[in-house]
Structure formats: C-alpha cells, structure tokens
Nanobody, 129 residues
Framework: QVQLVESGGGSVQAGGSLRLSCAAS????????MGWFRQAPGKEREGVAL????????YYADSVKGRFTISQDNAKNSAYLQMNSLKPEDTAMYYC??????????????????????WGQGTQVTVSS
C-alpha cells in the first residue's frame, strides 16, 4: 500500500504564495504520474497540476498556468507545488494523488481523478481577499 502525505497548506492573502509538498511512502513503479487536485465547497474535484516522473513532463489546469509550478524529487518519491499570485478562487482542499500511468495517460488524468489510485488526506489552502 502506498501512502501519500501532504504538507504546506495554510492561509494567505491574495497575491501571496504557498508551497505544497507530497511524499510517497513507497512506490513499486519507476514511472509514475503524481500531482494535485483540489475541491472547493460545493464544487467538483478538479485537476490542478500533474508531473510524469519519466522525463518530468508537466500538465496544468488553465486556471493555474503561469502561477503554479509542479516539480519532483524522484529520489524522495516526492512532488511539490509552488503556488504564486494566489487568488481567493484558489481556496480549496488540495489533494495529492499518484498512480501508474503512461505519459499519455498522465495527460488525461488531469480530467480524470478516478484514474489515479493513491490519494492523500488533503491539506487546506485558504486565500483571503
């Protein structure tokens, strides 16, 4: 069983920055798709950013392009989400997710949360205006 542990959430004013971290306890595959989804109250869960470990390709939701950056540390089975220029509409519970996917599959996972098998408990991000 793979466990994902998130950290780094919190409260910040609009325009501020936060950095989320996600560490996987173990992973049996060499190439994984890993990243972040978010869910605001009353809204559906949406993909934010994913990274494919085999090559480091990254994928972003249009709403965060240019503001968020996802990165990885394969040696630590970890992924990071640097969030800059935060807006009140970024307020949500952020979940780390991971799964075995091909590079093409990883691109599709941003719109298909169910395709990733492993999920963290979530970390809250609140952006005030």
């Amino acid at each position: 069983q793979v466990q994902l542990v998130e950290s780094g959430g919190g409260s910040v004013q609009a325009g501020g920055s936060l950095r989320l971290s996600c560490a996987a306890s173990r992973y049996p595959y060499s190439d994984i798709c890993m990243g972040w989804f978010r869910q605001a109250p009353g809204k559906e869960r949406e993909g934010v950013a994913l990274i494919y470990s085999g090559g480091g390709s990254t994928y972003y939701a249009d709403s965060v392009k240019g503001r968020f950056t996802i990165s990885q540390d394969n040696a630590k089975n970890s992924a990071y989400l640097q969030m800059n220029s935060l807006k009140p509409e970024d307020t949500a519970m952020y979940y780390c997710a991971a799964g075995f996917r091909t590079a093409y599959g990883c691109t599709r996972s941003l719109q298909d949360a169910g395709s990733l098998r492993y999920w963290g408990q979530g970390t809250q991000v609140t952006v005030s205006s």
